[in-house]
């Protein structure tokens, strides 16, 4: 154990003399000093644990030496015990006021010293740790802003201990503030809950726990936590409530911030979809009680992918946030716009009386999009799709008004001329089907799903085979076949045709490739290109790599493309640089369904095209249609006069052949030579198709050509009732039947 060290200070030796000898060596270190002088530099070297200070002493009395002690350095809590001879009590009370810690009358009883020692630093200790440990709970205190409360029911006063008083601007008692004044110094939403708290811990004594924000009195408002409880008393007609206060502003404020992030988009800073759907349920509740509608406005921005793809993500994502931006301003108060994720918004508008209320806001937000987004020194447009529906019209539960929102904007989408539409009923059906479609072809296009069928173009006169024009079909199994008419242009909206595409592209050259090494080195493939393949930046790029890496000549290969495609639009913009770049690399590009677009005279002069395709549409009725008979002669004139190849499509009988050969059309493609078969049949058609088609024929044909037709009769070589699908065996067949 530590010896402790006692500084005596007593002009009188014998009395030194007889402290030492009355406490024990083994305990105690006694350093003496004779008069008041020594006595202050010793304690002030040795830092005694306990000072005996005679109050007469020579120089420097007792008292001053008590008194510079206590306000020396070390010396506020060392216990100093003045030793006097007089016990008057004018000099006990002086000694107290300077600081002195006890007494011990002369003449001294030198059995009890010890024990007095003993006991003042025992005292000291304690008082010591119990500084030491209000010192840590003040600071742990400090760190938790937290603090003690006190009120008192009856007396109405509040304590509050030092460190909230501090907080709050308060003095730390507050006499004849009671209940009423701690509420009032809350916010005015919070005080009828906390009142009605506190009085029933009042009567009740059951401990609380209770969130409040107390407004300071420089105006800012904190977040505290109050708990208490009702302190037993023996008088219970005086209760006091007590407990603990806690700043817990940060905490709510991260709180808030977490809620927050939960509840919105990063990039935005919109609510997102659980928000939404909050805010659409509440909004669904409200105006069933006011009998109004609900509209919800789903927006999609157009081709925002190609944005994100060919201008960067930085820009897709300003734009993003410049929509976000529009929306806010224009919505009201009490409506709320979120993103739902991509470039997907919506807006709920609410309480709104009738549609046409609804229409004007929905003009409104068609509006925004008229002006240009300026993204980083870029000037772009970007259109919008928007579909309503409307509450209770269009459903009653938030996710069936999404899906019919979102529905009504997928048919916008394709309308493409508006840019919004609302639901109805009927849409469902066909949208679902559509979207079954979308998936399908999704699954299909990973699982590679289809393959090639070539249909052969057959020279009227010679009936010989200089190409084929490659067509998709999609191997669905067991399932009902689905056309490429119904499936291409879904393909072509959801972007699923650039691989598609590019598939196709691939198993066309491939095949010429096979082919060079064979009878069939000399046919051309045609394959059909849509329009969002002919405008993506790298069509070019990839056809002459495929070309390349199967070392096939650009000019077996030729390219259809519709009549609508090719001039300029809003959505593709112009293909003229593209295909100029493939007519320079020697592919041919033929317009398909010629006469049933939009395209000019003018372009056509322009444009780097070889071949005209009459649609089918034309073929059908001739001869006996005096209309499209004459509309067959002027393309037939027109492609002449422009040096243009003419093919006639989906020529089916005899007739419409004679006809098509007398006018002079160049190439026949239809069922009456061939429906579109697989690869292999390919060989054996031109291997036995010319013979045969050649051979005279014993139907006759229209008499307008009936010169021609004694020349060159035909024959139908393979039979009407074929089928494509699953028809290799029912091909070869009718090819054995031939033979
Ligand atoms: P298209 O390019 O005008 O092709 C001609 C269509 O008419 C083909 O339909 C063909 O099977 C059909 N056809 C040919 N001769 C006759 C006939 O005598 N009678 C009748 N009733 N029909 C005949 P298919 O294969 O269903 O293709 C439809 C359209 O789908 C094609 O019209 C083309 O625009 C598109 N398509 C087909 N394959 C592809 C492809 O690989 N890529 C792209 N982008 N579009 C394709
Ligand atoms: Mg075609
Ligand atoms: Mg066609």
């Given at each position: 154990?530590?010896?402790?060290?006692?500084?005596?200070?007593?002009?009188?030796e014998?009395t030194r003399?007889?402290?030492?000898?009355?406490?024990?060596?083994?305990l105690?270190n006694?350093?003496?000093?004779?008069?008041?002088?020594?006595g202050?530099?010793?304690?002030?070297e040795?830092?005694?644990?306990?000072?005996?200070?005679?109050?007469q002493?020579?120089?420097?009395n007792?008292?001053?030496?008590?008194?510079?002690i206590?306000e020396?350095?070390?010396?506020?809590?060392?216990?100093?015990?003045m030793?006097?001879?007089?016990?008057?009590?004018?000099?006990i009370d002086?000694?107290?006021?300077?600081?002195?810690t006890?007494f011990?009358v002369?003449?001294?009883?030198?059995?009890?010293?010890?024990?007095h020692?003993?006991?003042i630093?025992?005292a000291?200790?304690y008082l010591?740790?119990?500084?030491?440990?209000?010192?840590?709970?003040?600071h742990?205190?400090?760190?938790?802003r937290?603090?003690?409360?006190?009120?008192?029911?009856?007396?109405?006063?509040?304590?509050?201990?030092?460190?909230?008083a501090?907080m709050?601007s308060l003095p730390g008692?507050?006499?004849?503030h009671g209940?009423?004044y701690?509420?009032?110094?809350?916010?005015p939403e919070?005080?009828?809950?906390?009142?009605n708290?506190?009085l029933?811990a009042?009567?009740?004594?059951?401990?609380?726990?209770?969130?409040v924000?107390?407004?300071?009195s420089?105006?800012?408002?904190?977040?505290?936590?109050l708990?208490?409880?009702?302190l037993?008393s023996?008088?219970?007609?005086s209760p006091?409530?007590?407990?603990?206060?806690?700043?817990?502003?940060?905490?709510?404020r991260?709180?808030?911030?977490?809620?927050?992030i939960?509840?919105?988009d990063a990039?935005?800073?919109l609510?997102?979809?659980?928000?939404?759907?909050?805010?659409?349920e509440?909004?669904?509740?409200?105006?069933k009680?006011?009998?109004?509608?609900?509209?919800?406005l789903?927006i999609?921005?157009?081709?925002?992918?190609?944005i994100?793809d060919?201008?960067?993500?930085?820009?897709?994502?300003?734009?993003?946030?410049?929509?976000a931006?529009?929306?806010?301003?224009e919505?009201?108060?009490?409506?709320?716009?979120?993103?739902?994720?991509?470039?997907?918004?919506?807006?709920?508008l609410?309480?709104?009386e009738?549609?046409?209320?609804?229409?004007?806001?929905?003009r409104?937000?068609v509006?925004?999009?008229?002006?240009?987004f300026?993204?980083k020194?870029k000037?772009?447009?970007?259109?919008a799709?928007i579909?309503?529906?409307?509450y209770?019209?269009n459903?009653?539960?938030?996710?069936?008004?999404?899906?019919?929102?979102?529905?009504?904007?997928?048919?916008?989408k394709?309308a493409?001329?508006?840019?919004?539409?609302?639901?109805?009923?009927d849409?469902t059906?066909?949208t679902?089907?559509?979207?079954?479609?979308?998936?399908?072809?999704?699954?299909?296009?990973?699982?590679?799903?289809f393959?090639?069928?070539?249909?052969?173009?057959?020279?009227?006169?010679?009936?010989h085979m200089?190409?084929v024009?490659?067509l998709?079909?999609?191997d669905?199994g067991?399932?009902p076949a689905?056309?490429?008419?119904?499936?291409?242009?879904?393909?072509?909206?959801?972007?699923?045709?650039?691989?598609?595409?590019?598939?196709?592209?691939?198993q066309?050259?491939?095949?010429?490739?096979?082919?060079?090494q064979?009878?069939c080195a000399?046919?051309?493939?045609?394959v059909?290109?849509?329009?969002?393949?002919?405008?993506?930046?790298e069509?070019?790029d990839y056809?002459?790599?495929v070309?390349?890496?199967?070392?096939?000549?650009?000019?077996l290969?030729?390219?259809?493309?519709?009549?609508?495609h090719?001039v300029?639009?809003?959505?593709d913009?112009d293909?003229?640089?593209?295909?100029r770049?493939?007519s320079?690399?020697?592919i041919?590009m033929?317009?398909?369904?010629?006469?049933?677009?939009?395209s000019s005279?003018?372009?056509?002069?322009?444009?780097?095209?070889s071949?005209?395709?009459?649609?089918k549409?034309?073929v059908?009725?001739?001869?006996?249609?005096a209309?499209d008979?004459?509309?067959?002669?002027s393309?037939?004139s027109?492609?002449?006069?422009?040096g243009?190849e003419?093919?006639?499509e989906?020529?089916?009988?005899?007739?419409?052949?004679?006809?098509?050969h007398?006018?002079?059309?160049?190439l026949?493609?239809?069922?009456?030579?061939?429906?579109?078969?697989?690869v292999e049949?390919?060989?054996?058609l031109?291997?036995?198709?010319?013979?045969?088609w050649?051979?005279?024929?014993?139907?006759?044909?229209?008499?307008?050509?009936?010169?021609?037709?004694?020349?060159?009769?035909?024959?139908?070589?393979l039979?009407e009732?074929?089928?494509?699908?699953?028809?290799?065996?029912?091909?070869s067949?009718?090819?054995g039947?031939l033979?």
């Open positions: 154990m530590n010896r402790k060290s006692i500084l005596v200070v007593d002009d009188d014998m003399l007889l402290i030492r000898r009355s406490l024990s060596d083994n105690y006694i350093i003496e000093a004779e008069n008041g002088s020594q202050l530099s010793l304690f002030n040795q830092l005694p644990d306990i000072v005996l200070l005679d109050v002493l020579p120089e420097l007792g008292f001053e030496v008590c008194r510079r206590r020396s350095l070390h010396g506020k809590d060392v216990p100093v015990v030793i006097t001879g007089t016990d008057d009590t004018e000099s002086r000694a107290y006021r300077l600081g002195a006890d011990i002369k003449p001294i009883n030198w059995s009890l010293i010890e024990h020692v003993r006991y630093l025992r000291s200790y010591e740790s119990l500084k030491k440990s209000e010192k840590r709970l003040e742990a205190q400090h760190i938790a937290l603090g003690h409360w006190e009120l008192d029911g009856t007396e109405g006063c509040l304590l509050l201990s030092r460190q909230i501090e709050c008692t507050l006499f004849g209940l009423d701690l509420i009032a110094l809350m916010h919070d005080r009828l809950f906390a009142r708290i506190f029933k009042f009567t009740s004594g059951e401990a609380f726990n209770l969130d924000r107390l407004k300071l420089n105006k800012s408002l904190i977040y505290v936590q708990q208490g409880r009702r037993e023996r008088n219970s007609v006091v409530l007590s407990g603990v206060i806690q700043d817990v502003t940060e905490l709510k991260s709180q808030h911030r977490l809620i927050h939960a509840h919105h990039l935005t800073d609510p997102n979809r659980i928000l939404f759907h909050q805010q659409l509440r909004a669904m509740e409200r105006a009680r006011r009998r109004r509608k609900v509209a919800l789903f999609d921005l157009d081709r925002f992918k190609n994100n060919s201008l960067g993500h930085e820009i897709g994502d300003c734009l993003l946030r410049e929509v931006a529009r929306f806010r301003r919505i009201r108060n009490y409506d709320m716009v979120a993103r739902l994720g991509g470039d997907e918004f919506a807006i709920i609410d309480a709104v009738n549609v046409q209320e609804a229409l004007c806001f929905i409104r937000i509006a925004l999009f008229e002006l240009p300026y993204l020194n000037m772009l447009y970007v259109e799709s579909g309503i529906s409307l209770p019209d459903g009653d539960s938030g996710e069936e008004l999404l899906r019919n929102a979102d529905m009504a904007m997928y048919q916008a394709r493409e001329l508006h840019h919004f539409s609302f639901y109805s009923a849409l059906e066909s679902i089907r559509r979207w079954s479609l979308e998936n399908g072809l999704r699954k299909a296009l990973e699982d590679k799903d393959y090639l069928l070539y249909q052969p173009k057959v020279e009227p006169g010679s009936g200089t190409g024009e490659a998709i079909r999609w669905r067991d399932k689905i056309l490429p008419s119904e499936f291409i242009p879904v393909a072509e909206e959801t972007g699923l045709l650039i691989p598609l595409g590019r598939w196709v592209i691939q066309a050259v491939s095949q010429l490739r096979v082919w060079q064979t009878q000399e046919l051309t493939i045609a059909n290109v849509s329009g969002r393949q002919l405008y993506s930046d069509f070019t056809l002459c790599a070309l390349d890496k199967e070392g096939v000549s650009a000019a290969l030729e390219i259809e493309i519709t009549e609508d090719l300029p639009n809003k959505r913009g293909c003229q640089e593209t295909l770049k493939l320079e690399l020697g041919k033929s317009i398909d369904d010629f006469g049933t677009g939009y005279l003018s372009q056509l002069k322009n444009l780097p095209i071949t005209l395709k009459i649609d549409s034309f059908d009725h001739i001869p006996e249609d209309q008979v004459a509309i067959v002669k393309i037939l027109l492609a002449k006069n422009l243009l003419v093919v006639a989906g020529v089916e009988n005899a007739q419409q052949l004679a006809c098509l007398g006018y002079g059309c160049d026949i493609q239809g069922y009456f030579y061939s429906k579109p078969v697989p049949q390919i060989a054996l031109l291997e036995s198709g010319e013979r045969k050649l051979k005279p024929c014993t139907e006759t044909d229209s008499a307008e050509d009936s010169t021609r037709l004694d020349r060159t009769n035909y024959i139908k070589p039979a009732s074929q089928e494509e699908s699953g028809q290799k065996s029912v091909i067949e009718s090819i039947k033979n």
